[in-house]
């Protein structure tokens, strides 16, 4: 993927689109960021979807 002069490239690969792209702004780009990390958050945290087992103890439905 290419991004844009200016553009932010970690943004474009995690949400597509950065806070330079036309109809953004940085909130958004923010409010973005944010969700992102409580997804990740959530998902360490309880377990509900574990992104790979960690050594084996996680093999029951
Ligand atoms: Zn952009």
Known sequence: MT?????S???HRAHG???HCPGRTVE???I???SEENDRHRLT???RV???PARGVA???
């Open 45 to 47: 945290t309880h377990h």
């Open 28 to 30: 958004e780009e923010v």
């Open 59 to 61: 093999q029951r439905a």
């Open 32 to 34: 973005a960021w944010r």
């Open 50 to 52: 574990a992104p790979r």
């Open 9 to 11: 490239t970690a943004a």
């Open 17 to 19: 689109w950065c806070s």
């Open 3 to 7: 991004t844009l002069p200016g553009h």
